[in-house]
């Protein structure tokens, strides 16, 4: 290349220049590295801290652990709520992209019933954007295989293994143990108000009847944590620290679910409710209430069609054992007898003459005894063993309602009976201040004779009856009807102590006997109204009979079971009690429009007994359904 | 030069292979430590360090290739080199192959590479050619071809768009006018009219990634998932590090992956995780080791050309530091250049390189260049 210049290059003049500049450039340099490390010094040194926190923010998460929940066992041991590991799929609305494009994906990769989409959506509106909400329960092993191979197009969906619980005996425990389900606002609005909602922080299902909801605090356990290290995904590297859940309580109940079982053969038929009570400790060997229904529907959340069909005329989600109210009738006549006894109104030896209606001085209107020509001369003993209504008007009127109302609700009547559960109803013992508070009306002398025979205002629940019953034979002693029979602590059953309230106290003891001896005729005597139901019992069992009207039938009109409609037919009721000289069970029955007592209620209330007594029978209850669930 | 060793009859074993051994056992330190923090942020992968010691290993080939060969062919090949480069940045944009949006790829049915690498090394050499023709310092219209020389290629590769390397390529050409005594005046007004040109670039020149990019820069928590998200994290991995590090293998943000491009264009926070200030001082000392050594070479360079293109290749390699390291921590705006030397991968490196060969060839073979 030709060089055009013709000026003398000053080469050192050149090389100072250069050099010059090139120390400058250095110079330059050093002011920028200078900012860059008082930057660098700044983040790393001055707030060092600060950036410490943040990078442990990322990298480190607490994830609460779900303590397992206690198992429920009946009094022999016997599993009457446990955990079983289920599959669900699992939706976080938060890291979901395109929400109805997965959902349609899904749909087609493993079948959503239209039913579970509705049901999603639902629970979608109710739900905080970042909880994972379950699109489909229950996934068998093919499906879960199959999302596995999936799940990498389906960012926020997942498939979730968690222990869910189960009751193998479905719709036999239904009222007494209730179930769990979805913790719903509601139930973390409580949560929170009792300072709970940390401890629930992992936790899917809580109790939302019966003994779940009741013995919840026990039943569900301690949360625990997990210190997790996470990537940028979320997912987890590795557990930096642990600690476990403390379960909740294994719980054993004082039923017997054999019995249980019996009954709920027996009762098939029938809209009503038996409770057996063990007398000697308040103990509920056996509450069932029919219809019932299975709870394992609602644990997984039921669906709105399943739900719809529970809304039925025949009401199953009512616990007719502590819930239901129906008219005592003459299953009340010992109690009755026994206060007049201990006010002096009457004597053991106290007689009148059953014509077969009962007339009131200046009342127009006569009160028919059920036996239609009467009972003749009768006693207090041959009025209970006859179930005389006559009677029983005269020594109602005698009494009078303010002391009827005063001593009956000694034996729990109008009260709630204390049991462990919230489903209950205390039901209705009239006074004359009740009927003034609730309808504005005055206390008619009437209202006094009807009460007098167990019907009219006042209403029971059969478990009110079968505590009542319980003070009976227990000449006295009073004990809370309890569920609950104790806990499992390390392999040993801690039993929970019975609950005593203070003892009714007589003037006069012997009248306990009269009464009990009452009892006794009723079902072992010639004339007893259960003699036929519980002819050769291999036990001796003392009750009374009970029936029910519904709808009053006017003066002159007969009874006709087969013309009136169904559901005006008469409550049948029984209460007993075996064995009558040492008492280990009481049995109430409560049978819903079935008719008489007698030949009803006390036939049920003999099976619920000879089952109880006879051990390898209820064995065989036992075998017979499990193989049945299978 | 007044130095004794200048004699013909006591050239080292180095020189004769013209090999600058203190540059060459800084580079190889380097990129030694590149290889030790490229394992921790791949995932302790050592198919990415097998990979990187091949490139390495084509890399030193292609330095000492080119440190064989005197600044004098260089000198009189510069200018078809700077043509060509131009013509094949004009194909890139004409036929360039686009990968990550950007058209920088020329597919030669072989091989792809990137005709801007070239110009990284062309540029410089364009311009010392053309401001050593003429006596130093550089008269005015000198200086404003000399400019468009600088622009042409620059702008050329911004509009691929890559601002990283035009950013590069412009400062490699502009450094050989300061080198050269571009009077203070002069870089006084350009300063003020570049002031003022910032907004017409904003509005008509940059991209809206680009824009998005500096807006990030300035406001990095206005948007923490998006662009925000490379620059926050970057930042808590280094600040993170503390004083002495978190130790090898055990920096959290990019062993659990919460920094983005970790072994490539965010290297540095990586290490600055796991060795910390200390660590980075180190690293800077190295770097600026590197840095002297180069200016050494340039300024013991006889000849104009030489000492412009060494001068040159030795500040845009700090450059390349600064920008990287500024744009890691959050000084300036996120801008694709990797760390030089320690970043896994890039043509670049083989660029970079081939830099260092020329400043080799002109440190060892100033003797021969003088004696012509």
Not at chain 1, 65 to 93: K, M, Q, T, W
Not at chain 1, 328 to 336: D, N, R
Not at chain 1, 517 to 535: C, L, P, S
Request: proline residues 5%; glycine residues 8%; hydrophobic residues 45%.
């Amino acid at each position: 290349m030709p060089v055009k210049r013709i000026t003398i290059r000053d080469h050192s003049a050149e090389a100072n220049l250069f050099a010059r500049r090139s120390l400058i450039a250095l110079l330059g340099i050093g002011a920028l590295l200078f900012v860059l490390v008082s930057n660098l010094y700044y983040l790393q040194v001055t707030r060092f801290q600060d950036y410490q926190t943040r990078s442990n923010g990322n990298r480190i998460k607490i994830l609460p652990v779900a303590p397992n929940r206690g198992l429920i066992y009946d009094r022999n041991g016997v599993l009457l709520a446990e955990n079983r590991p289920s599959f669900s799929l699992e939706v976080i609305p938060e890291e979901v992209e395109d929400l109805d494009a997965t959902l349609a994906a899904l749909s087609d990769l493993l079948s959503i019933s239209v039913e579970e989409m509705e049901d999603f959506r639902q629970e979608l509106k109710s739900q905080r954007r970042f909880k994972p909400v379950a699109l489909r329960n229950r996934l068998t092993e093919q499906e879960v295989a199959l999302f596995a191979a999936n799940q990498h197009k389906y960012p926020g969906v997942s498939v979730e293994a968690r222990l869910t619980r189960h009751y193998p005996y479905g719709e036999t425990l239904t009222h007494m143990l209730g179930y769990v389900s979805k913790i719903n606002k509601r139930d973390l609005q409580k949560l929170t108000e009792a300072g709970q909602e940390d401890n629930y922080a992992a936790t899917y299902n809580i109790g939302k009847l019966g003994v779940e909801k009741f013995h919840e605090d026990s039943l569900h356990g301690v949360v625990g944590y997990q210190e997790v290290e996470v990537n940028n995904q979320g997912r987890i590297i590795r557990t930096l620290e642990f600690q476990p859940p403390v379960p909740g309580e294994d719980l054993v109940l004082n039923v017997d679910v054999r019995l249980q079982q019996v009954i709920r053969n027996l009762m098939e038929n029938y809209r009503g409710s038996v409770v057996a009570i063990d007398p000697r400790d308040g103990g509920v060997l056996a509450l069932y209430s029919n219809p019932s229904y299975d709870p394992n529907l609602f644990v997984h959340g039921i669906s709105s069609k399943a739900y719809a069909k529970l809304q039925s005329n025949d009401s199953p989600l009512l616990n007719r054992a502590t819930q239901g109210q129906y008219p005592p009738a003459s299953t009340v006549k010992p109690h009755l007898a026994l206060l007049g006894l201990e006010e002096g109104v009457i004597t053991p030896q106290t007689r009148l003459f059953d014509r077969g209606t009962y007339q009131l001085k200046n009342v127009q209107r006569p009160w028919r005894d059920w036996k239609k020509w009467g009972h003749g001369w009768v006693d207090v003993t041959k009025a209970i063993e006859v179930s005389c209504d006559t009677f029983f008007y005269d020594l109602a009127y005698r009494l009078g309602i303010d002391s009827i109302s005063t001593l009956m609700s000694e034996f729990g009547f109008g009260d709630y009976t204390g049991i462990d559960l919230y489903e209950e109803s205390d039901a209705n013992l009239p006074s004359r201040g009740w009927k003034r508070a609730r309808h504005n009306q005055p206390w008619y002398i009437g209202d006094t004779i009807n009460v007098g025979i167990g019907q009219g205002l006042w209403t029971t629940t059969p478990l009110q009856l079968a505590k009542s019953v319980t003070v009976l034979v227990n000449k006295g002693t009073r004990y809370v009807p309890q569920l609950l029979r104790g806990r499992y602590q390390e392999g040993q059953i801690v039993a929970t102590p019975p609950k005593e309230l203070a003892p009714m106290q007589l003037k006069d003891p012997l009248n306990w006997e009269v009464v009990l001896d009452a009892m006794y005729g009723t079902v072992n005597r010639e004339h007893g109204t259960a003699r036929k139901a519980f002819i050769d019992t291999p036990y001796v069992s003392a009750g009374k009979t009970g029936t029910a009207q519904v709808i009053s039938i006017a003066e002159d009109e007969e009874y006709d079971a087969e013309k009136i409609a169904e559901r005006h037919r008469d409550n049948a009721m029984y209460i007993g009690y075996a064995p009558y000289d040492n008492p280990q069970i009481v049995v109430t029955v409560a049978m819903e429009n079935a008719g008489g007592g007698s030949s009803q209620a006390a036939p049920i209330a003999r099976a619920v007994m000879d089952y109880y007594f006879d051990k390898d029978k209820l064995n065989l209850v036992l075998n017979k359904n499990e193989t049945q669930q299978d | 030069m007044k130095r004794s060793r200048i004699d013909p009859n006591r050239v080292s074993l180095w020189q004769r292979l013209h090999i600058d051994l203190p540059l060459l056992l800084g580079l190889l330190v380097l990129m030694g430590v590149g290889l030790f923090v490229i394992f921790s942020a791949g995932g302790q992968d050592w198919d990415l360090i097998n990979r990187q010691l091949v490139r390495l290993a084509i890399a030193l080939a292609v330095m000492i290739l080119v440190a064989q060969i005197p600044p004098l062919v260089y000198r009189s090949l510069s200018i078809h080199f700077y043509i060509a480069g131009l013509l094949l940045l004009v194909a890139v944009l004409a036929f360039g192959d686009i990968g990550k949006g950007a058209q920088r790829w020329l597919d030669l049915g072989f091989m792809r590479f990137q005709p801007s690498e070239i110009m990284k090394l062309a540029v410089p050499m364009m311009m010392a050619w053309y401001i050593s023709r003429y006596n130093l310092p550089p008269r005015f219209m000198h200086i404003l071809a000399g400019f468009v020389l600088v622009m042409v290629p620059t702008l050329l590769i911004a509009k691929q768009p890559d601002l990283g390397t035009s950013l590069l390529i412009a400062s490699s050409g502009l450094f050989v006018l300061f080198l050269a005594g571009v009077s203070w005046k002069l870089i006084g007004s350009v300063a003020v009219l570049l002031s003022g040109f910032t907004p017409i670039m904003w509005f008509f020149l940059m991209q809206d990634y680009q824009k998005q990019r500096v807006l990030t820069f300035l406001n990095p928590e206005s948007d923490p998932l998006g662009s925000g998200y490379h620059i926050i994290q970057s930042k808590i991995a280094i600040g993170s590090g503390g004083y002495s590090g978190k130790g090898w293998l055990h920096g959290t943000q990019s062993q659990l992956e919460f920094l983005p491009e970790r072994h490539t264009d965010f290297i540095f926070a990586v290490f600055s995780e796991e060795f910390g200030f200390v660590g980075i001082l180190a690293l800077l000392v190295l770097y600026g080791f590197i840095l002297i050594r180069g200016m050494t070479i340039a300024m013991r360079a006889q000849e104009a050309y030489s000492k412009l293109l060494a001068g040159s290749i030795t500040l845009t390699f700090f450059v390349y530091v600064f920008v990287n390291m500024g744009m890691v921590s959050g000084i300036l705006p996120v801008v694709g250049v990797p760390l030089p030397l320690v970043s896994y991968g890039g043509t670049s490196m083989v660029t970079l390189l081939a830099g260092f060969g020329m400043l080799m060839s002109i440190g060892t073979q100033r003797r021969l260049l003088s004696r012509q």
